[in-house]
């Protein structure tokens, strides 16, 4: 296998071998048949000179970068960072040299030389307040250039939490009238790719896919690759034993803690968290927030920073005891109504009593 | 609406509506039903009836003489679903977490794997307490649409709560919402059906007592 | 002439109370009370489940009583109760219930279901819908003075003859004796041995004791058609005549439902305490035997058994005293399954021997008293309830039974040493 990209990692100290394993670790990790995982090197080795590459343009909306910063710094060497060596990264504001009209003026030549082709990453939610005036690009506001941008694309990534579901702009009271591209663009394939930052591997191993097979892998109801989110952080958590046996840690410093007891009571939302960070963990398989003795936040799942706080345990309600007072004393009003209401008629009917002589027995 | 703010409303708003129906149907039907007073008895009685009535509270959770040959589906069932009822509730610790949190008090919980056992035992329970329900004469004939639902609204907590557990037929995130949701219905229904037994049994069964004691009847 | 639903009605809504009201809203329909219940075991027919017996009431307590009962009256999801309704129940809350109370003491709730029938009669009875039977015996009781017609020389004849064939005077109408004793048509009329066993018992122990003419009879009809004015003019002439004797205690004879109505509902009947104390004569020769008043000499060797009134034991607590009794004269006592706290009642309680057309189900009913006799095979059955024996020898005769039935008082009397030859030692 030779090729443009076993040149540039040979470069970068990364060997054929390991390129081909990490192909076949990505196959597996989508569940793919093991073939798919040379279907997969070949595809991108062969990926021809750069004017024939698949362009991608990346737009960022209301968003922190830290999608951005999660895929670049994954590891070094990068083998995350090897897709940007098989694709035409076209348009990307963090990572391209060129500024202002420069950068608007390369993006509509993407556009145009790919119309119907180009692959659109976006990070970031879209701002529906005061008519998108909370974020603009070149004068335009997120929604107009969404939906210009939208419209050649192929398919769109929705990359990160924001952009899958609005994310922490769209969490309550969402000042900005934050939204998803879901929510917006209808009539083209998106792929939701959610977590505060997603996990990179996630990332590449969804555009690899796309770039070996032309299309994009099985989603779940909620539009995200069910091979990366088709099971719960608490199926897959080492820690499962001990939520088993009923072993919780009750704060972050108690003996259960150090044990690494189960993290369930102190707001874990593992079980109801559809992401692989328990399997494929972070920073180069090192660790992972429960590995690292924090409860998983929910960042993967919709509407997460709403979710009644980061450290209140699942089972535990918002604050369902705000209204007893109130219910209390309705209940309490009812009641006695009803009561004196019950004396009177049993009064009256104790009033209205005629006294029974034995012709009273008879009709 | 999805899962997560399904999830969001059970454990939110739903729960503080469910609560506080609870609250308010218990203090009114408790009021609606012990506010009717009763005469007070002029006859003298054999003995004080002392702690009868309260003796009869807890008499009463036995079979009584010659009555467990005689409809042991019953008692056996009955016990069974009632005990596994309680464990779970009380002692799984999720629960118990959650009472914690409203009430502060706590105590330990049994192994999940324990409290997932008892859970399939009383789940088999109930089934078995529904079909003596429709196949014994008596049971069917003094049974009515009430009997059927309630049935149905306390089993499907116990059903669902397991089911989110065992990671089955739903999602966790969906299962659990429905689970809370269950317990809503349950609590909402439960002062305004026979589930209110929960409470008056002790009323019942102390009314019973004490006018017993006051026979010298052996309690 | 006046009986309607309306006042039916009426008189239930007074009736219900907060037990009611508890009793039903506990009820899970766990059918427990019909195996309890003698009626049901013995025909099988689920319309016996005591708790259904009870249907009409319950449905009038929700609509009268529960804000959402009243709710659905008025839209309609709850049928109000009809005149057609209680005439159908009638069978199913006189015929087949005899205040037995064995639903009650199983009941897992602890519902009185007992309780709630003799309330749910009282609106029977005022909406026009006891049964004949029970209306002729109360009227006798009211009119004449005795459910069974018998009259003041009826009495003062078996007197005599209690008189000439033992030779012990019977007081009568004697202010300041001890005990003033009462009597069931039953004894004037079937068991004239009670009254000569009441005699020889109170002359050994030494107590003072008389009959009262203007109050003879303590069974009380009014009780057990469920009509708490009828049954107010009938214990009230056995206040008067007691307090008017000044006895400290008024003695309830052999019979059950005379004891309940005297002991547990006459204060509230009049609605005042009684002067005086009430006392089964069982209960009194208990106390006479744990006294050392009571002396027999000799025991029967035939093999007895006892069966326990149900208002005596079970609803009026007396279960060991008559079991003292028994032991003291008989060598070959033996217990039916199920003797005392649960005994089975004998399927004519509670008014329901008076009722005609009851007669039919009350044999079928008797099955059970059957099958608990062929347990222990007696020689012979002693009873302390008058009517319990009347039912008993019925149903006995009818299943072609030869098995004598007796009273324990002259059972006990009949052990008592000839007082003359012991005045002569």
Redesign the interface.
């Known amino acids: 296998m030779h090729g443009p990209l076993i040149e540039t990692l040979a470069r970068q100290g990364v060997t054929r071998r390991t390129f081909m394993k990490y192909c076949a670790t990505l196959a597996s990790m989508m569940a793919l048949p093991p073939a798919a995982g040379r279907a997969m090197a070949e595809a991108m080795a062969a990926a021809p000179s750069a004017s024939k590459r698949p362009s991608v343009i990346w737009l960022p909306f209301q968003e922190c970068t830290g999608c951005t910063e999660s895929i670049t710094r994954s590891h070094s060497p990068t083998l995350e960072g090897l897709i940007f060596d098989v694709i035409s990264l076209d348009y990307q504001e963090t990572l391209m040299a060129a500024a202002g009209h420069q950068a608007e003026e390369a993006l509509h030549a993407a556009m145009k030389a790919n119309e119907g082709k180009y692959l659109l990453i976006v990070d970031g939610s879209i701002p529906l307040g005061l008519d998108g005036a909370y974020s603009c690009i070149g004068g335009k506001s997120n929604l107009e250039t969404l939906k210009e941008v939208a419209k050649g694309a192929a398919a769109i990534v929705a990359m990160g939490s924001c952009a899958a579901y609005g994310g922490l702009p769209r969490a309550n009271p969402n000042p900005t009238g934050a939204v998803s591209v879901a929510d917006i663009i209808k009539d083209k394939p998106i792929i939701n790719i959610p977590g505060c930052p997603p996990i990179p591997v996630v990332m590449t191993g969804v555009l690899a896919h796309f770039l070996t097979f032309g299309s994009l892998p099985e989603l779940d109801k909620l539009g995200r690759p069910k091979a990366f989110y088709g099971e719960t952080i608490h199926d897959r958590c080492y820690r499962r034993p001990f939520y088993d046996q009923g072993k919780f840690a009750k704060t972050f410093d108690d003996e259960g803690a150090r044990n690494g007891w189960c993290l369930f009571e102190l707001g874990c939302k593992g079980p109801i968290t559809h992401n692989a960070c328990a399997t494929v963990k972070w920073n180069g398989g090192t660790s992972w927030p429960v590995e690292s003795g924090h409860g998983c936040l929910g960042c993967s799942e919709p509407d997460f920073w709403d979710g009644g706080g980061f450290y209140k345990a699942l089972s535990m309600p918002a604050n369902p005891l705000k209204m007893v007072a109130g219910a209390a004393a309705v209940g309490v009003a009812?009641g006695v109504a009803?009561s004196v209401l019950?004396r009177g008629?049993?009064g009256a009917?104790?009033a209205?009593?005629?006294?029974?002589?034995?012709?009273?027995?008879?009709? | 609406m999805n899962e997560m703010q399904f999830l969001t409303w059970v454990r939110g708003q739903g729960l503080d509506l469910a609560v506080s129906l609870f609250l308010l149907g218990v203090l009114?039907?408790l009021l609606?039903?012990?506010?009717?007073?009763?005469?007070k008895?002029?006859?003298?009685p054999?003995h004080a009836s002392g702690a009868s009535g309260w003796h009869?509270?807890f008499r009463?959770?036995l079979?009584?003489?010659?009555?467990l040959k005689?409809?042991p589906v019953?008692y056996i069932a009955?016990y069974t679903f009632h005990l596994g009822l309680g464990l779970v509730v009380f002692l799984f610790a999720p629960h118990i977490k959650l009472i914690q949190s409203l009430t502060g008090l706590h105590w330990p919980g049994l192994p999940s794997q324990f409290i997932d056992l008892i859970a399939i035992v009383t789940i088999a329970a109930m089934v078995v307490v529904l079909a003596d329900r429709i196949s014994?004469?008596?049971?069917?004939?003094?049974?009515?649409f009430e009997?059927w639902f309630t049935w149905l609204v306390t089993f499907l907590p116990l059903l669902t709560g397991w089911l989110a557990v065992r990671h089955l037929l739903l999602p966790y995130t969906s299962m659990l919402a429905v689970h809370i949701l269950c317990v809503e219905i349950l609590l909402i229904v439960l002062p305004?059906t026979?589930l209110?037994?929960a409470f008056?049994?002790f009323?019942?069964?102390?009314?019973?007592?004490t006018?017993?004691g006051h026979?010298?009847?052996?309690v | 002439?006046?009986?309607?639903l309306e006042?039916g009605v009426?008189?239930l809504?007074?009736m219900?109370?907060?037990?009611?009201?508890?009793?039903f809203?506990?009820?899970?329909?766990?059918?427990?009370c019909?195996?309890?219940c003698l009626f049901?075991t013995e025909t099988?027919d689920?319309?016996y489940?005591p708790?259904?017996k009870l249907e009409p009431m319950r449905r009038l307590y929700e609509q009268?009583?529960?804000?959402?009962g009243r709710l659905k009256k008025m839209v309609g999801l709850s049928k109000p109760v009809t005149d057609a309704e209680l005439g159908q129940w009638q069978e199913l809350v006189y015929n087949s219930c005899t205040l037995c109370g064995r639903c009650?003491?199983?009941?897992?709730?602890?519902?009185?279901i007992v309780?709630m029938v003799r309330k749910f009669r009282e609106g029977m009875?005022?909406a026009?819908h006891?049964p004949v039977g029970i209306?002729g015996a109360?009227?006798r009781t009211?009119?004449i003075g005795s459910p069974m017609g018998v009259k003041l020389p009826a009495v003062k004849a078996q007197m005599k003859h209690v008189e000439e064939d033992h030779g012990i005077p019977i007081p009568m109408d004697v202010v300041g004796a001890e005990y003033l004793v009462m009597l069931s048509s039953m004894e004037i009329i079937n068991f004239p041995e009670y009254l000569a066993a009441i005699a020889k018992i109170m002359k050994q122990a030494g107590r003072t004791w008389t009959l009262c003419s203007t109050a003879f009879e303590a069974t009380n009809a009014g009780m057990q058609?469920g009509?708490s004015?009828?049954a107010r003019v009938i214990v009230s002439r056995i206040v008067e005549g007691a307090e008017k004797l000044k006895v400290k205690t008024v003695i309830s004879p052999e019979c059950g439902h005379a004891y309940t109505a005297l002991?547990?509902?006459?204060?509230?009947l009049i609605?005042?305490?009684?002067t005086f104390?009430?006392q089964h004569i069982i209960e009194v020769l208990g106390e006479f035997q744990e006294k050392g008043l009571l002396k027999t000499e000799g025991f029967e060797t035939d093999r007895l058994t006892f069966h326990d009134p149900c208002q005596l034991a079970?609803?009026?607590?007396?279960?060991q005293p008559q079991r003292n009794l028994m032991n003291m004269v008989a060598k070959n006592f033996v217990e039916m399954?199920?003797a005392g706290?649960?005994n089975w009642c004998c399927g004519g309680g509670g008014g329901a021997s008076a009722i005609e057309e009851g007669e039919e189900l009350r044999l079928a009913a008797f099955k059970k008293k059957k099958s608990q006799l062929e347990a222990v095979k007696p020689d012979r059955l002693v009873t302390a309830c008058a009517n319990c024996r009347i039912v008993l020898e019925e149903g006995l005769e009818h299943y072609q039974m030869d098995i004598p039935v007796i009273g324990l008082t002259e059972l006990i009397a009949e052990h008592i040493p000839d007082l003359a030859k012991s005045e002569g030692a």
């Open positions: 009812v009803t019950n008629k049993k009917a104790r209205a009593h005629e006294k029974t002589t034995l012709a009273d027995l008879e009709k | 009114w039907r609606e039903i012990y506010g009717l007073g009763r005469k008895d002029l006859t003298a054999r009869t509270v009463r959770s079979p009584a003489e010659s009555m005689k409809s019953t009955g014994k004469p008596v049971k069917r004939f003094i049974s009515t009997d305004f026979k209110f037994h008056t049994v009323g019942s069964r102390w009314y019973n007592g006018v017993n026979k010298g009847v052996v | 002439m006046s009986a309607s006042k009426r008189v809504k007074e219900i109370d907060a037990p009611i009201a508890s009793y809203s506990s009820c899970v329909h766990c059918g427990l019909a195996e309890a049901y099988g689920p319309k489940t708790i259904h009268e009583y529960t804000l959402l009650s003491a199983v009941c897992p709730m602890g519902n009185d309780y009875s005022a026009g006891a209306k109360v009227n009211v009119n058609i009509n004015d009828l002991r547990w509902e006459g204060a509230n609605g005042r305490p009684f104390k009430v079970r609803r009026g607590g007396v279960i399954p199920d706290y649960m």
